[in-house]
């Protein structure tokens, strides 16, 4: 899968959530990349702003799109980890 793919899959995944893309293309374009740079070295799309463990359990819950909104930063911030997913207003 290619980074417009990837950004496809995740808008409409997005489509009829409370949770859009963020608007800055720029950092959607950065988790595209740092995730399919993890499925390349690593095998699976892992989320690229959080560490793996090595623990292939354990390591599922990292894989992008993850359950963010149970992520104290989305309460907060409205925001996953790393701002790729923004609530909608
Ligand atoms: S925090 Fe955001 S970018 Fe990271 S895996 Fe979850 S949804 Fe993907």
């Not at 892992?46 to 894989?63: A, H, I, N, Q, T």
């Not at 359950?67 to 925001?79: L, M, S």
Request: proline fraction near 3%; charged fraction near 35%; aromatic fraction near 10%.
């Amino acid at each position: 899968m290619d980074k417009k793919k990837l950004i496809a899959v995740w808008e409409k995944f997005a489509e009829k959530n409370d949770f859009k893309l963020n608007p800055n293309i720029e950092i959607v374009e950065m988790v595209a990349e740092g995730a399919l740079n993890n499925e390349k070295n690593h095998g699976m799309k892992y989320c690229p702003c959080r560490v793996s463990s090595g623990d292939f359990e354990k390591d599922l819950l990292l894989v992008c799109p993850c359950n963010f909104r149970i992520q104290k930063t989305w309460a907060e911030k409205g925001e996953c980890w790393c701002s790729l997913f923004v609530k909608r207003k």
